[in-house]
């Protein structure tokens, strides 16, 4: 079945760095990928829809300047953020679309900011 | 704009008993799919299952079983003689269908925090 891979699982970054959050499909081609966040004891909220080769769509109330979102190939995205501060701090979450199937998610980046 | 609902917050059960979370929608679309997914601790989603809208039937896999009901918008997920291992948070969402350029895009439910006591 579809692989979703996300790296790295977790990171700590200091307040004030940036980090980068990469999304793979391991054995299809993605043409739409999706970032998803997710707060302590909350739903998830989907933040961006990337798509390869041109730029991403962000749903209201995300920063795309804060939120980075590079979809180059057909395999891979990757979730840029930038200036990190404490309220960033999250659960982020990837999924890939192959148009007729179930809808596959990578295991997610713990996201602490301090 | 298309809205999930799962009332139940929090629910305990003990070992052996059977469970129904409640899962109601909204969406204008006429054609629709709705999922149910399970996040245990660890933070991953795992899939359970994906229902077209056109598609009634109600579907059982081994102790799963998901009653759709679109006369009332709802989406049920029963699990049959709960074990210790099916503690976790179980999320109901829903997504444009499949042709739809939209599709992919969820919209989920608060979650159902499910604790399955010994």
């Known amino acids: 079945g579809a692989v979703v891979s996300q790296h790295p699982s977790w990171v700590i970054c200091k307040s004030g760095t940036s980090v980068k959050i990469e999304c793979r499909s391991l054995?299809?081609?993605?043409?739409?990928m999706f970032w998803y966040r997710q707060f302590p004891k909350q739903s998830l909220m989907l933040m961006a829809t990337?798509?390869?080769?041109?730029?991403?769509?962000?749903e209201q109330g995300v920063e795309k300047d804060k939120f980075l979102i590079n979809h180059a190939s057909l395999t891979l995205s990757t979730l840029t953020v930038t200036s990190a501060h404490p309220e960033d701090s999250s659960f982020y979450i990837c999924?890939?679309?192959?148009?007729?199937?179930?809808?596959?998610f990578g295991n997610g980046t713990r996201l602490t900011v301090t | 704009a298309q809205k999930v609902t799962q009332a139940q917050t929090e629910i305990s059960v003990v070992e052996k008993e059977d469970v129904t979370l409640d899962c109601v929608y909204e969406?204008?679309?006429?054609?629709?799919?709705l999922f149910w997914y399970k996040q245990p601790p660890s933070g991953e989603l795992v899939f359970l299952i994906r229902?077209?809208?056109?598609?009634?039937q109600n579907e059982i896999s081994g102790r799963y079983s998901w009653n759709f009901q679109k006369s009332t918008s709802s989406f049920n997920f029963t699990i049959t003689a709960s074990q210790v291992v099916d503690s976790a948070v179980y999320f109901c969402?829903?997504?444009?269908?499949?042709?739809?350029?939209?599709?992919?895009?969820?919209?989920f439910g608060q979650g159902t925090i499910l604790t399955v006591h010994p």
């Open positions: 229902r077209n809208s056109f598609d009634e």
């Open positions: 969402a829903l997504s444009e269908a499949s042709g739809g350029t939209s599709y992919g895009k969820l919209t």
């Open positions: 990337s798509n390869e080769g041109s730029k991403a769509t962000y």
């Open positions: 969406t204008r679309d006429t054609t629709y799919y």
């Open positions: 999924s890939a679309r192959i148009v007729g199937s179930p809808l596959h």
């Open positions: 054995d299809f081609q993605a043409t739409t």
